[in-house]
């Protein structure tokens, strides 16, 4: 069935300084690609997602890319600030009947400031 | 109205009570979901409802009984639960089910944690 690995599993920047979690999946005919963000004790909100007719996809100082090919997918955060401080998952969506979404195992991102 | 809301947010049952979990959305979504989370974990889907009818169902054990009574709520009835059932509970909704042309969002309710004693 569909896997999708998450890399690192946690990651500690100086606040200003970027952060970029990577993300592979198995399933070739996964779609959509979101990205969840989960503060201590809050729900998963969805931050950015791209769907696989689009290379790279931004939003302020959130960007997204796929690389279609290589199955994989990456979030970059710029200038990241404390309250980027969460748990990040990453999701692909399975192909075929089933269309669900897997997620990655989370990266734990923590910005000392 | 852009919130899916749960009930209770805390429950402590014993292993040979009968408790459900609610949920419920009103923003016309037709797909709503079931996601199990335990600590440090990512959610672990466990049932989705599409146009009201289960369509996927990931092997969960009958002590897990989900019920869909409108397009807007969704319960989780539990029974004879262990302990090891322990965990946030978490509801979802999307406007369809995951994949298709706008329907990719998943919005989660707060969740519901549950201690099972």
């Known amino acids: 069935g569909e896997n999708v690995e998450q890399h690192p599993s946690t990651l500690s920047v100086q606040e200003g300084d970027s952060a970029v979690i990577k993300c592979t999946y198995s399933?070739?005919?996964?779609?959509?690609f979101p990205w969840y963000k989960q503060e201590l004790g809050k729900r998963p909100q969805l931050i950015i997602d791209?769907?696989?007719?689009?290379g790279e996809k931004k939003d302020q100082r959130i960007a997204v890319t796929l690389n279609k090919t290589a199955k994989h997918f990456s979030l970059h955060i710029t200038e990241t600030q404390p309250e980027d401080s969460a748990v990040y998952f990453c999701a692909a969506s399975t192909g075929g009947a089933t269309n669900k979404l897997i997620f990655g195992t989370g990266t734990l991102l923590a910005v000392q400031p | 109205d852009t919130e899916v809301t749960q009930t209770p947010k805390h429950l402590v049952m014993g292993m040979t009570n009968k408790k459900s979990l609610k949920c419920e959305q009103h923003?016309?979504?037709?797909?709503m979901y079931w996601y199990k989370q335990k600590a440090k974990k990512p959610p672990e889907l466990m049932f989705v409802?599409?146009?009201?009818?289960?369509?996927i169902n990931e092997s969960v054990p009958s002590r897990f009984s989900p019920e869909c009574p409108n397009s807007s709520l969704l319960n989780l009835h539990l029974h004879a639960l262990q302990p090891e059932d322990s965990a946030l509970y978490l509801c979802?909704?999307?406007?369809?089910?995951?994949?298709?042309?706008?329907?990719?969002?998943?919005?989660f309710g707060e969740g519901s944690r549950l201690t099972v004693l």
């Open positions: 399933d070739s005919a996964s779609n959509y």
């Open positions: 979802a909704s999307s406007f369809r089910t995951s994949g298709g042309p706008g329907g990719g969002e998943l919005f």
């Open positions: 923003m016309g979504h037709r797909a």
């Open positions: 791209i769907r696989s007719n689009v």
């Open positions: 409802y599409s146009y009201e009818k289960l369509s």
